[in-house]
Each structure stands twice: as C-alpha cells, then as structure tokens.
C-alpha cells in the first residue's frame, strides 16, 4: 500500500521516512497511514545540545537539496536581528530565542552602551545560530 505525503502530494517509497520531493517528514517507515509531522525544533529558544541531535537525527536521511531546504527554513536572517535590535533594543536577541537577555536589553536601553552592545551581540548571535545549524546539518 502506498503512503503519500502530506504536504505536497508526492508518493513516497516504501521504507522512506522522508518524501523524495519536498524533505518533509513521514513519519514511521512502516504504515501507509502513519503519517507525522516532524517536532518543531528550535521554537523560541536558543539551539542545545538535545536539538542538535534531533537536527542530526532528522537529517541524516536527506539529500543534499533536501538539507539545503531544510536549513533555508531553519536559519535566522542576520539583517533582521540586527535591524530589530536597531529599532527596539533587545529585540534581536528575543528573534533569536534569548528572551531574558532582550529584556535586560530592553531595561537598560535608556544607557547608549548596552544599547549598542544589543545590535552587536544580535548580529553575532544570529551568524552563530547560523554556523551552528550549518555544521550540524552538513557534517
């Protein structure tokens, strides 16, 4: 019995825990209707340990245009964590899931220092996060 994938359509080979077409997860290799959508990773919060494995885990049956769409979804935009952070101090930081620190930012934005420091750390936190997923992904 076929099994198809949910989010584009494709019909997915016997035995595959992912479509051929679109990368998304489906679900246990056995069960034609046994179709899931893959944990969200990485929601509002910084990348750990656990995440990184779950990343390894979930890419390590891809191909190499299915991992590039993978981390395309997965990354966070350098420009926009440095203009929010620009725009209303700590921003950038809660864009990038360090919520407390954004909101130390945001308290102490009346000081340049911090302030400045804000769009600073989001720029570089952002081409960590980035560097971060990229090496665990395509490692």
């Given at each position: 019995m ?9 019909e ?15 679900g246990?290799s056995?069960g034609a209707?046994?179709?899931?959508t893959p944990?969200?990773i ?5 990348m750990d ?18 991992k ?6 997965r ?6 964590a440095t ?7 700590g ?9 407390g ?16 420091y804000?769009?600073y ?8 996060y ?9 490692s």
């Amino acid at each position: 019995m076929s099994k198809y994938c949910s989010e584009c359509g494709t019909e997915i080979p016997e035995g595959s825990k992912f479509c051929p077409n679109c990368g998304f997860a489906s679900g246990a290799s056995g069960g034609a209707e046994s179709q899931q959508t893959p944990a969200p990773i990485m929601g509002g919060k910084t990348m750990d340990e656990t995440d990184s494995i779950q990343i390894k885990e979930i890419t390590k049956d891809m191909g190499k245009n299915q991992k590039v769409i993978y981390y395309e979804q997965r990354r966070k935009s350098v420009g926009i964590a440095t203009v929010l952070s620009f725009l209303i101090a700590g921003a950038g930081q809660m864009y990038l899931g360090k919520i407390g620190k954004g909101i130390l930012l945001l308290l102490f934005c009346w000081l340049i220092i911090p302030w400045l420091y804000g769009i600073y750390d989001a720029y570089n936190g952002a081409r960590d996060y980035n560097a971060r997923l990229y090496s665990i992904i395509f490692s």
